[in-house]
């Protein structure tokens, strides 16, 4: 496991940036933590180094498509509204592993069958301007 301190936003985007580099297309990213933890700001970070920007939210879409200029496709969900039952209609799914796809799934807790060798991503609060950032599987960040 790696775990990182972020100490701001941009803290956190430059882990996510750092984090870009040992992903290369068919990988699931869980991430987890409270609300406001940092998770989107992460996947800013990731998609930036992709050359990718304009990355929001999924709460109200439920699920993101960002094309990066190489046409790797990163795919950026939120299952906090959904309970498990309906985690399936969302296509998660398919997304999953497939070549050229970089998977990002915040609260995977409701998703019942994630894939075994997803790299776990977990976001701790230590205090109001400080975050942990736990990075587990995968390559080293």
Avoid: Q
Avoid at 44 to 50: E, Q
Avoid at 80 to 90: H, K
Avoid at 100 to 105: D, N, S, Y
Avoid at 113 to 133: L, Y
Wanted: with cysteine; charged share 25%; aromatic share 8%.
């Amino acid at each position: 496991m790696t775990v990182y301190t972020s100490h701001s936003e941009s803290d956190t985007r430059r882990i996510g940036e750092k984090f870009a580099g040992t992903l290369r297309g068919g990988e699931v990213v869980l991430l987890s933590g409270d609300l406001g933890a940092g998770k989107t700001v992460f996947v800013r970070g990731v998609c930036g180094a992709f050359g990718v920007t304009g990355v929001r939210s999924p709460s109200f879409t439920l699920i993101n498509e960002y094309e990066s200029p190489s046409g790797l496709l990163i795919v950026h969900a939120d299952l906090y509204r959904l309970d498990p039952d309906g985690v399936g209609a969302t296509g998660l799914d398919e997304y999953a592993g497939s070549d050229g796809v970089i998977t990002f799934v915040e609260w995977p807790e409701r998703w019942r069958n994630p894939p075994g060798d997803a790299v776990r991503v977990h976001f701790e609060a230590v205090s109001e301007s400080e975050r942990e950032i736990m990075i587990e599987g995968g390559m080293s960040a």
